[in-house]
């Protein structure tokens, strides 16, 4: 089935140190898994996003990093400013249509 | 640039009432998407239109949603009738599909939010 589901719905870390989002993912059909940030009362922003047949990628401050043998995508965030506060989606999309299908989300907390 | 518009921001009906939702996409972008977003949930693909073609309306609940695209830009979303578990936040999105744009690029309008009672 097409299903997108992250491990924890909320995480707290301390200004200045690295955080780090998991995802999993169950569609093997997908061509590129993609990373968005949603802030309150807004619409999600993209991130970063990374294709399937690659296992690393890197932006400023953030990394992504795709594991298929388990099916497992993270998001790692370097340095964490109070900026960085906001929901945090993963998503897959299936090749053939291009449609993303987002995951639950994780709430990030940065703590002064 | 300017960004993905939507309107109105906020909505409250009385169940079994019609709502009707606006998106003006970023110019030139040929791909609109309307996503449904429940609270503490991700965003729900409703309809995914390539001009003004449909793409993928496999999730929208057709006996009540209704979507359109006229002339490929600006498209509506409607609600007939409304019920209570229609309330969520609804997302335009829109992508470029040309010039080197990111494949999992969207870019999302701030939403309008239904409250159905």
């Known amino acids: 089935g097409e299903s997108v589901g992250l491990h924890l719905p909320t995480l707290s870390v301390q200004e200045g140190d690295n955080s780090i989002i998991n995802c999993a993912y169950s569609?093997?059909?997908?061509?590129?898994f993609i990373w968005y940030k949603q802030e309150s009362g807004k619409g999600p922003q993209f991130i970063i996003d990374?294709?399937?047949?690659?296992d690393k990628r890197q932006g400023q401050r953030v990394t992504v990093l795709l594991n298929k043998t388990v099916k497992h995508l993270s998001l790692q965030i370097a340095a964490t400013q109070p900026g960085d506060s906001a929901v945090y989606f993963c998503?897959?999309?299936?090749?053939?249509?291009?449609?993303?299908?987002f995951g639950q989300g994780t709430t990030l907390q940065v703590k002064p | 640039e300017a960004g993905v518009a939507q309107s109105p921001r906020y909505k409250i009906i009385e169940k079994r009432q019609s709502v009707a939702f606006w998106c003006n996409p970023i110019s030139g972008h040929a791909t609109l998407y309307w996503y449904q977003q429940i609270l503490g949930q991700g965003p729900k693909l409703l309809i995914q239109f390539q001009n003004n073609g449909v793409v993928d309306d496999s999730q929208l609940p057709k006996d009540r949603f209704s979507a359109e695209r006229l002339k490929g830009v600006d498209s509506t979303l409607k609600i007939q009738p409304a019920k209570l578990e229609d309330s969520a936040v609804y997302l335009c999105?829109?992508?470029?599909?040309?010039?080197?744009?990111?494949?999992?690029?969207?870019?999302f309008g701030e939403g309008s939010r239904l409250t159905v009672l």
């Open positions: 999105a829109s992508r470029q599909t040309s010039g080197g744009a990111r494949v999992g690029e969207l870019f």
């Open positions: 569609n093997s059909a997908s061509d590129y």
């Open positions: 990374i294709r399937s047949n690659m």
């Open positions: 998503a897959e999309r299936v090749s053939n249509t291009g449609k993303l299908i």
